[in-house]
């Protein structure tokens, strides 16, 4: 979507290494957004992000406007079931039907061999994969480690919305990921880790917390104990920003 940072660019470096060409879209896709969300705010910077992209080996970017992508009339929706109804999904009512739409549409148009996608945004590259199966679109979905800075926040577009201090309370959202799953490997009760995790972060300055979770891996189903893969997912606002970040637990 745009406002590049290292993170969007590492997908670009470890998509060189897998393929011969690379090309990026940058869509700053309204159908995502709900009305209440920042659609509008979105930061928006695409001659530097062509200059960076270029720097960083793509040799294709693809910009198109919305009437391109949903000319009068369209009508489809790409809906993934299961995987993509909790957490965000039910943060963002219609979110993730927007997400896979446009993913679909996309995919379609440029017919990449791989398609790559930060975990950073971890239920969203589930809900990838997931459709990418069923619809038989027989493309690699290869998922990127999460960037992050210095100082453990994940890098994301929307951390330009972070006042100074801001940016330095929403440290407590990465702080609190690690100390989580720390204290989960070590065999403490799960139901507890998790309430004082969302305790610590609106301690920190966080005025909500949607949710945080440990969950399957793979599925993406919430899990009251240790086992299997797993991960802890969290998705939290600090003054108008809504950060979402998560860890493995484990391996
Ligand atoms: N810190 C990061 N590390 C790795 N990949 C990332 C990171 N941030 C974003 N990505 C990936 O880059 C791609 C484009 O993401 P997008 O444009 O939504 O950026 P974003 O920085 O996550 O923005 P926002 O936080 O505002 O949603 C997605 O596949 C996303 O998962
Ligand atoms: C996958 C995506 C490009 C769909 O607009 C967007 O959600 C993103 O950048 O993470
Ligand atoms: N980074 C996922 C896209 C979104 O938040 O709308």
Known sequence: MGALHAGHLTLITEARRVADRVAATIFVNPLQFAANEDLDRYPRQEEKDAALLEAA???????????????????????????SERWEGEARPGHFDGVATVV????????????LFGEKDFQQLAVIRRMNRDLQLGIEILGVPTVRDDDGLALSSRNAYLSPDERQRALALPWALNAAAKRILDGEDVGAVLVEAREELLTAGFSRVDYFALVNALSLEPLDRAGGPMRLIAAATIGRTRLIDNIAVGV
């Open 57 to 83: 080996g793509c040799d294709l970017l693809w910009l198109p406007r919305p009437g391109e992508i949903y000319p009068a009339g369209f009508s489809t929706t790409v809906s993934v079931k299961g995987v």
């Open 104 to 115: 679909a549409k996309l995919l379609c148009a440029v017919g990449p061999d791989v398609a």
